[in-house]
């Protein structure tokens, strides 16, 4: 009798822990291009079961430009996304209702590859540009040519499907293309196989603007404040391990997207490490945005189109939702990534990166 009683008790105690549980919430998560090696951590937090131990069933899509991954999220086709800064600035001051809620990667690993070197802003105008027309990068670089005092409309751009990038070069009918050092670089060099890979980049030409923020639709982080922090506490734990454990996200990355060659997964996670793990994020935490910085990053963007719409730092990103939020009285490095000494990764090599001049402004 005892014995059957304490049975029923074991089984009324687990229907009601069953019941007790919420179910699944399915939310849509777009990358800001073809997954690559940046794109690591999302696979890493769904493998690891960090999104569903904060209640996600995950899907994770590719996508062609950060203007896609925004006009996605305002037309209720995802929840989440990374976009590059400038284009949710430039969005946003065109009255898009989205709004950043994290940084993803601190500095930007945008740029231009060429196989003939093209070492400063002025030797590019008028060379032929391949890049799609939600590329990034045709916001970016009429705000670097704006701070050359540059005319942004010597800029020759051939619009182009990302996936015929590297033809249009090799076959010379592009001078240059639209690429990240963290993904188009590694790539391109292994295609090639022994001629050098010039590499100009944004940010040393004075691009000093947040590489990737996370991004979502306003309306969806004021209403589900919950959710967002839950969804960005998962990404930053995903980020930190992937960080700690490079081999295995690149195995994971390519579990779930077989097509992908893990070789070069680990090169592209390799770099972004690199731009993730900056001393501005040892300074002031994995995933925090300074006043002063969005500030800058407004500023840029509004003076390199022209645009009179007033924008405050709070209109671009909602503080709060990253774990950890360096507020008045908390320390420093309590929000630091595990520092990963990027001097004993290995260096993809041929890989010539132009260096115009020191970033401005940290």
Known sequence: MKKTLALLVVLAASTLSFSAQKPLKKIDFLTNYVF?????????????????????????????????????????????????????????????????????????????????????????????????????????????????????????????????YFPLLLQGRAELVTASIDSDVPTLRHRVRGKPVHFASFAEWGYDVFGYFLVARSDHITSNPNEVRAFAAATAKAVHYAIAHPEEAAQIIVKHNPTLDENLMLAHWQQSVIAIDTDYVRENGYGQATTERLRRSIKLVKEAFGLEVDLAPEDVYAEGFMPNNNRAGSSRDRNRLDVVDVDVLPRVPEIVVVLHREPTLR
């Open 36 to 164: 690559l090696g940046r794109h690591a951590p999302f696979f890493v937090g769904l493998e690891k079961g960090y999104y569903r131990d904060a209640g996600f069933d995950i899907t994770i899509s590719p996508s062609s430009g950060s203007g896609f991954v925004i006009a996605a999220l305002e037309g209720g086709q995802a929840d989440y996304g990374i976009a590059e800064a400038a284009p949710v600035v430039q969005a946003i001051a065109k009255g898009a209702k989205v709004k950043a809620f994290g940084v993803f990667m601190d500095r930007s690993t945008s740029g231009l590859v060429s196989l003939t070197p093209y070492p400063t802003p002025q030797s590019i105008a008028g060379k032929t540009i391949a890049a799609s027309v939600t590329d990034s990068a045709r916001i970016i670089l009429p705000i670097i040519f704006n701070l050359e005092g540059l005319d942004a409309t010597t800029l020759n751009w051939q619009a182009a499907d990302p996936s015929i």
